[in-house]
T-cell receptor, first 117, second 116 residues
Framework: AQKITQTQPGMFVQEKEAVTLDCTYD???????LFWYKQPSSGEMIFLIY??????QNATEGRYSLNFQKARKSANLVISASQLGDSAMYFC??????????????FGEGTQLTVNP | DAMVIQNPRYQVTQFGKPVTLSCSQT?????MYWYQQKSSQAPKLLFH???????NEADTPDNFQSRRPNTSFCFLDIRSPGLGDAAMYLC???????????????FGDGTRLSIL
């Protein structure tokens, strides 16, 4: 079974500062992918960043970077230079379980990020 | 341009009255997924199609069915909606089922279902 844990129900950050959103995962599969999605109040799920279980380097996408610590089973999202538009729910998700499972995404409970001016 | 389109954006139905939610995609992806997301909770996978092959999650209630008449369209049918089925329903697509693919699932904007 796969499990994603996000221990921060809510986070606050000042505009232009960096913020780290925590994510830990549990799986017995050697192969898996880790994703972060952003969900504004309007509801759509927006893909942010991906890290594969065999990737040696931490993923980066613009202002987003993923701090991947495989031994600790953590995949924290770092947002640099926060903007007001970053205020949203952030979900960490893991893809695994093999192809017959559809490579389903298992989501954490999410972290509500609020960026203050 | 939207690549995964869900209609309607908001749906209101009566308790026990069948309802159908639709999803279409312009990505020509092989895999289509339906997720249920209740208020302040994580999305939960209901089922997925790999081409025409339907795959149900073990804990998806029998009340939920799905149809995929062609590559582009997928429907979610709720036969007898109960109050507990009020939620956001998210459709997603994926090119493949490869676990290590860096291609993400692409989500539609969702349909918010309310039950009266």
């Amino acid at each position: 079974a796969q499990k994603i844990t996000q221990t921060q129900p809510g986070m606050f950050v000042q505009e232009k500062e960096a913020v780290t959103l925590d994510c830990t995962y549990d799986t017995s599969d050697p192969s898996y992918g880790l994703f972060w999605y952003k969900q504004p109040s309007s509801g759509e799920m927006i893909f942010l960043i991906y890290q594969g279980s065999y990737d040696q380097q931490n993923a980066t996408e613009g202002r987003y970077s993923l701090n991947f610590q495989k031994a600790r089973k953590s995949a924290n999202l770092v947002i640099s230079a926060s903007q007001l538009g970053d205020s949203a729910m952030y979900f960490c998700a893991m893809r695994g379980g093999g192809e017959t499972s559809g490579s389903r995404l298992t989501f954490g409970e999410g972290t509500q990020l609020t960026v203050n001016p | 341009d939207a690549m995964v389109i869900q209609n309607p954006r908001y749906q209101v139905t009566q308790f026990g009255k069948p309802v159908t939610l639709s999803c279409s995609q312009t990505l020509n992806h092989n895999v289509m997924y339906w997720y249920q997301q209740k208020s302040s909770q994580a999305p939960k996978l209901l089922f997925h199609y790999y081409d025409k092959d339907f795959n149900n999650e073990a804990d998806t209630p029998d009340n939920f069915q799905s149809r995929r008449p062609n590559t582009s369209f997928c429907f979610l049918d709720i036969r007898s909606p109960g109050l507990g089925d009020a939620a956001m329903y998210l459709c997603a697509t994926s090119r493949s089922r490869q676990v290590l693919s860096n291609q993400p699932q692409h989500f539609g904007d969702g349909t918010r279902l309310s039950i009266l």
